[in-house]
């Protein structure tokens, strides 16, 4: 809004507007999410937030337990229950509060207007029922379309994604295809209601690479083409540095960088992501090095979590660290991150 002085407003009678900002097609703001065990309660997710807007690709990476996958679950509620729960924060996708939504209507927004593309294609087909049936099932679903209809349209998904004689591999078996081809297959269900956002988790993790940087090309030329919004999961940064727009990294349940994927890797700021950029080879390394690990472990994620999680891997710790945990907050334009050392580093104070 632009500023004018109150003589000015008065002589032109120039209204005062608001500028309204349009809402991301997702936001999600402080979710938390806990499973309630025999022993004790598992802190997964301790008020994680994050936006995606349509046609882009945002990557969430951690290692293993970090609370990457029942991240994207808690948004379609698919968190199994008991144990558990999603207790705090909201999850807005166009406007609407999944959290607030019933069953049914839920239902009808899972593989429609939001898809899922899960980790394992060797497991996650029904091995007992014919490729084509998967996917006109999800078609007959959510679009009101004939059976001739929804198989034609199977046909076409299936030669979308790459896979040779479309017409015929409609008839085969989970068993008859590779694993490559399976994952064809799963992104073909993904896409045959149109959705609006495919949440793609780490669906690369049992493919070769050249497997690999296919299924990356084709996810990219679907995201360019009928501007579907990404959210990919992934530990390997080696695929997300080809994919995403931006890179949320998560550690313990929190997210501890955010930022653009050239930012991120031209000037990683966690000592986190810095350590899982050291741990990746290089090829244009003029000098062949050691790979650098991590030291330590991940904390108990069981009780309340005291000062920040990576604290006790941390070379940068200090008493601080030990009794506060660090909020999200910028260090440069869209590039925030959770962390004492780097946010007084950036505000030029001397440690």
Same mark, same amino acid.
């Given at each position: 809004?632009?500023?004018?002085?109150?003589?000015? @407003?008065?002589?032109?009678?120039?209204?005062?507007?608001?500028?309204?900002?349009?809402?991301?097609?997702?936001?999600?703001?402080?979710?938390?999410?806990?499973?309630?065990?025999?022993?004790?309660?598992?802190?997964?997710?301790?008020?994680?937030?994050?936006?995606?807007?349509?046609?882009?690709?945002?990557?969430? /990476?951690?290692?293993?337990?970090?609370?990457?996958?029942?991240?994207?679950?808690?948004?379609?509620?698919?968190?199994?229950?008991?144990?558990?729960?999603?207790?705090?924060?909201?999850?807005?996708?166009?406007?609407?509060?999944?959290? +607030?939504?019933?069953?049914?209507?839920?239902?009808?927004?899972?593989?429609?207007?939001?898809?899922?593309?899960?980790?394992?294609?060797?497991?996650?087909?029904?091995?007992?029922?014919?490729?084509?049936?998967?996917?006109?099932?999800?078609?007959?679903?959510?679009?009101?379309?004939?059976?001739? &209809?929804?198989?034609?349209?199977?046909?076409?998904?299936?030669?979308?994604?790459?896979?040779?004689?479309? #017409?015929?591999?409609?008839?085969?078996?989970?068993?008859?295809?590779?694993?490559?081809?399976?994952?064809?297959?799963?992104?073909?269900?993904?896409?045959?209601?149109?959705? &609006?956002?495919?949440?793609?988790?780490?669906?690369?993790?049992?493919?070769? /690479?050249?497997?690999?940087?296919?299924?990356?090309?084709?996810?990219?030329?679907?995201?360019?083409?009928?501007?579907?919004?990404?959210?990919?999961?992934?530990?390997?940064?080696?695929? /997300?540095?080809?994919?995403?727009?931006?890179?949320?990294?998560?550690?313990?349940?929190?997210?501890?960088?955010?930022?653009?994927?050239?930012?991120?890797?031209?000037?990683?700021?966690?000592?986190?992501?810095?350590?899982?950029?050291?741990?990746?080879?290089?090829?244009?390394?003029?000098?062949?090095?050691?790979?650098?690990?991590?030291?330590?472990?991940?904390?108990?994620?069981?009780?309340?979590?005291?000062?920040?999680?990576? /604290?006790?891997?941390?070379?940068? #710790? +200090?008493?601080?660290?030990?009794?506060?945990?660090?909020?999200?907050?910028?260090?440069?334009?869209?590039?925030?991150?959770?962390?004492?050392?780097? @946010?007084?580093?950036?505000?030029?104070?001397?440690?």
């Amino acid at each position: 809004m632009d500023t004018l002085t109150h003589s000015t @407003q008065r002589t032109l009678k120039v209204p005062i507007l608001k500028t309204m900002t349009a809402p991301k097609l997702l936001e999600v703001r402080d979710l938390q999410t806990k499973f309630f065990t025999v022993d004790g309660v598992v802190n997964a997710l301790n008020g994680v937030s994050y936006s995606v807007d349509k046609g882009e690709c945002l990557a969430i /990476v951690g290692e293993s337990g970090s609370g990457k996958t029942v991240g994207v679950l808690s948004i379609l509620r698919l968190i199994q229950s008991p144990p558990g729960r999603i207790v705090g924060g909201s999850i807005f996708f166009k406007g609407t509060d999944l959290l +607030t939504l019933s069953d049914r209507a839920l239902r009808n927004i899972r593989g429609g207007a939001i898809a899922v593309i899960f980790q394992d294609p060797m497991t996650s087909l029904n091995p007992v029922m014919r490729i084509g049936a998967q996917i006109t099932e999800n078609i007959l679903e959510h679009e009101r379309l004939t059976r001739r &209809q929804a198989r034609a349209k199977a046909v076409d998904l299936l030669a979308m994604t790459g896979i040779p004689t479309p #017409a015929k591999r409609l008839d085969d078996y989970p068993h008859q295809f590779s694993g490559g081809m399976r994952q064809r297959v799963m992104i073909a269900i993904a896409l045959s209601s149109s959705p &609006q956002l495919i949440i793609a988790d780490e669906p690369t993790t049992a493919l070769d /690479v050249t497997i690999q940087a296919q299924i990356v090309e084709l996810v990219k030329k679907l995201q360019s083409e009928l501007g579907t919004a990404v959210i990919w999961i992934s530990h390997d940064l080696g695929v /997300v540095a080809r994919l995403a727009d931006s890179v949320a990294v998560m550690y313990a349940g929190y997210i501890v960088e955010k930022a653009p994927v050239d930012e991120l890797y031209a000037r990683p700021a966690h000592p986190y992501t810095i350590g899982l950029l050291n741990s990746l080879p290089r090829l244009d390394a003029r000098v062949k090095t050691k790979l650098q690990a991590i030291a330590g472990l991940p904390p108990n994620m069981l009780g309340e979590l005291r000062g920040c999680p990576f /604290v006790a891997r941390c070379r940068f #710790a +200090t008493h601080r660290c030990r009794e506060e945990n660090p909020a999200l907050a910028e260090v440069a334009p869209g590039h925030a991150v959770a962390c004492w050392h780097d @946010q007084l580093t950036h505000a030029g104070v001397e440690r």
